[in-house]
Structure formats: C-alpha cells, structure tokens
C-alpha cells in the first residue's frame, strides 16, 4: 500500500519561518543587573560535537562551573548541614553555535530573590568579543532541607551576596 505524501515546509536553521539567509544576531544588551560573577572558560575540544560545535548540554556545565565558583565566595558556600540548593528549572536559549578554539565569559547576575529559591540570569559571550552573545537564560535555585527535601528559607550569606549592590 502506498503512503499519502506528506507535505513539509522548510523552516531554515533553528526552525524558523523565514527560508531566506540567516541574519546576523543583534548585538547583546548588558546584563539587566549588577553581576555576582563573571567567570572566564576556555572551549574544550571534548566539548564538541559531530556538528564541530559545542554540544548543548555543555552550556549547562558551563553554567554549572560558574554558580560553584560564585558560591565557594559566599560563606559555607551557600549551605549549612541542615540546608543546601538544588536546580529546580534550566531555561536556555541558544543563540549561536560556539566553535572552538574560543574563550569565554559567564555571567551571572540575580534575576528573582524569593524567601526560598533564586533566579540567576545567565549569559555566555565571548572573551574577546562581548558582542558575541552564545546564550541567555536563567536557573532557579530552590534552598531545600536536606532530611525533608522541603523548601528552607535562603540562607543569610546567600540573600546579602544577592542584594549587595
């Protein structure tokens, strides 16, 4: 038996209505908030994939790097015996492709403080070429107790550390 045709539509890279050549990306805008860190890292050639690019799931390690470095700063690192964060949401948007060899900058900057969790906005440019934006997005954290896995309330260094500026 024969199968009915399935019309499809060329959507161009990413998916996008528009087939014709893909346009340069507007310049980024700064950072909406003071940053907690900006953390430099270099491009791994295990990073990459068959495309020849970083993997995506790499972004997330990369914005993994950079929250621990932030908060090895804060005193017990954001954590005590009784209360520690975990990752409660992962927004990415993936705006070009990063090559390698390449060096970058990861930004942090406090996007929500609530009584139990933190919204971190992120941003990964380039090193030598901050117009160069390669993601944006945000991680919520959310302070748990570590016996009951209920919310706890943010620890005290982690709400100065995020409202200092």
């Not at 014709?20 to 909406?32: D, L, R, S």
């Not at 705006?95 to 990861?106: A, Q, T």
Request: charged residues 20%.
């Amino acid at each position: 038996m024969k199968q009915p045709a399935i019309a499809t539509q060329d959507h161009g890279p990413a998916g996008s209505q528009n087939a014709t050549a893909p346009q340069a990306p507007a310049t980024p805008e700064p950072a909406p908030n003071p940053a907690l860190i900006r953390v430099p890292l270099s491009v791994r050639w295990r990073d990459l994939d068959a495309f020849n690019h970083v993997n995506n799931s790499k972004f997330l390690s990369y914005l993994e790097e950079a929250r621990l470095r932030w908060m090895v700063t804060l005193p017990g690192h954001g954590m005590d015996d009784h209360v520690a964060p975990v990752v409660a949401a992962a927004h990415l948007n993936y705006r070009r492709p990063i090559e390698w060899p390449n060096e970058l900058d990861v930004e942090l900057f406090v996007e929500r403080l609530g009584t139990t969790s933190l919204s971190i906005g992120h941003r990964i440019v380039g090193a030598n070429d901050p117009g160069a934006l390669y993601c944006d997005g945000n991680v919520v954290l959310v302070w748990i107790h570590r016996e009951t896995g209920q919310p706890a309330a943010l620890p005290e260094p982690v709400r100065s550390a995020c409202s200092a500026g």
